[in-house]
């Protein structure tokens, strides 16, 4: 098997944000967190689909704006999995008796801590992550490796050969 080589992690703290007067910081993103980000965004992508299809249906609404919303109109449905999300990686940065920083869980249905529209920070803040942005680099990077390609050609080969197209 051919070896992967040239991906290094980045061992970079998210940057404090804050809201209403607070501090906050996300910790370190893992592999299970890629499999939450992933479950979430498919999810909502889902949902979205049904709904942009109603919107093209029954209010004529631009087929090329339809798709590019569709994850944005599924977010309702999964509100449950992305405020666990955010409660297990979102974190209270505070001053311990002896001035150093240390963090506080959160509770993010909270909204005298968290009103309307601290979301879109949350969210952006999020998009920053450092870890999110190596995790995408990589993924961008491995797209072209070989190994990738190949696999590829093959499933696209297979798919034509069943008679089916993608």
């Known amino acids: 098997m051919e070896k992967l080589s040239g991906f290094s992690p980045i061992l970079v703290e998210a940057e404090p944000f804050e809201i209403e007067g607070r501090t906050y910081q996300f910790r370190r993103?893992?592999?299970?967190?890629?499999?939450k980000i992933i479950n979430i965004?498919?999810?909502?992508?889902?949902?979205?689909?049904?709904?942009?299809?109603?919107?093209?249906?029954?209010f004529s609404v631009n087929k090329s704006m339809a798709w590019l919303i569709a994850p944005l109109l599924g977010i309702p449905e999964v509100e449950v999995l992305l405020m666990d999300f955010l409660e297990l990686v979102l974190r209270e940065v505070y001053r311990d008796e002896d001035g150093k920083p240390d963090f506080r869980d959160i509770d993010i249905r909270d909204f005298t801590k968290f009103p309307m529209g601290s979301e879109l920070t949350i969210i952006t803040q999020l998009a920053l992550h450092p870890d999110l942005g190596s995790f995408f680099t990589?993924?961008?990077?491995?797209?072209?490796?070989p190994a990738v390609e190949n696999l590829v050609k093959s499933l696209q080969k297979t798919s034509t050969d069943t008679g089916k197209t993608e």
């Open 29 to 35: 993103l893992g592999v299970g967190d890629t499999f």
């Open 41 to 58: 965004v498919k999810s909502a992508a889902v949902w979205g689909h049904n709904e942009a299809t109603i919107a093209l249906r029954d």
């Open 138 to 145: 990589t993924l961008q990077t491995l797209k072209s490796h």
